[in-house]
């Protein structure tokens, strides 16, 4: 019998690596265990020696730069998907940014173009790659994104990525009805805090991280390899009967009052 999270002969693209610590690695090296073969990008010239190296653990047979901010580029990643591999099989969308100076500001006071910057980047993206990713998944597939408890509740110094991660999160629903009767299914995977490159930006973070250890179930905060196996069981097959869904990979915060 086959391995629960078997993804074997399964193509997929992971975008949002920023180094080894990033949940995106701990997706990629999970889904690459599943038996998948993955194409991973990177931001730019400067964030590619960062990710080269889980590039190659994880045996990408596509590598390529994208930044979603630049026009053009995310068309030409799936243009040569399209062209390599010639179908796609599943997608983790694990980007999300902000102009600091509207991250470190109360939401109300963020600016106009901050916060249509941070909805591009972090929610829009995600339609857009799922809207490319969608003729290629010929047999089926699945969307996946990256969200945080601070879409449901307010988290203090979260500030304007909470209404981005709220509307990502819904945006997740309609993609899932959307896509539906071709097989393609979406999902949010709301991940506890993780010390990662992107969480730094957070104000007062080691704080944030400190008060969820103390109010999760079991004192224990996740791990990227834990958030990576969800991730796979959801590519997989075994995965299939889900869709639309908001998962909490959190040690059971999300639960407590």
């Known amino acids: 019998m086959a391995p629960i999270m078997d993804l074997s002969g399964k193509r997929g693209l992971v975008v949002g690596i920023a180094n080894e610590h990033s949940i995106a690695a701990g997706c990629a090296i999970a889904f690459a265990q599943a038996g998948a073969q993955l194409a991973v990008t990177y931001l730019d010239d400067r964030a590619k020696p960062y990710v080269q190296p889980v590039a190659e653990q994880v045996g990408a047979s596509i590598f390529a730069r994208c930044d979603v901010r630049i026009r053009?580029?995310?068309d030409a990643l799936f243009a040569r998907i399209?062209?390599?591999?010639?179908?796609l099989d599943f997608v983790l969308h694990s980007i999300a940014f902000a102009e600091r100076e509207d991250l470190h500001t109360s939401v109300v006071n963020c600016s106009a173009e901050g916060f249509a910057l941070a909805m591009d980047v972090s929610c829009h993206s995600f339609l857009r790659m799922a809207k490319l990713a969608a003729p290629l998944m010929t047999g089926g597939g699945c969307l996946l994104t990256v969200s945080f408890y601070g879409a449901d509740r307010v988290v203090e110094n979260y500030n304007l990525m909470g209404p981005v991660k709220a509307a990502l999160e819904a945006s997740v629903r309609y993609v899932a009805a959307d896509l539906a009767d071709r097989g393609i299914r979406a999902h949010a995977i709301s991940a506890g805090p993780v010390k990662t490159r992107a969480a730094s930006g957070i104000d007062r973070f080691d704080a944030l991280l400190d008060k969820v250890r103390e109010?999760?179930?079991?004192?224990?905060?996740?791990g990227i390899d834990e958030i990576g196996r969800i991730a796979a069981f959801l590519a997989s097959d075994a995965g299939a009967p889900l869709t639309g869904s908001?998962?909490?990979a959190d040690n059971g915060f999300h639960i407590v009052a």
């Open 72 to 74: 053009g580029q995310l």
């Open 82 to 87: 399209e062209k390599e591999w010639g179908q």
């Open 215 to 222: 109010r999760t179930p079991s004192k224990n905060l996740v």
């Open 246 to 248: 908001i998962v909490y």
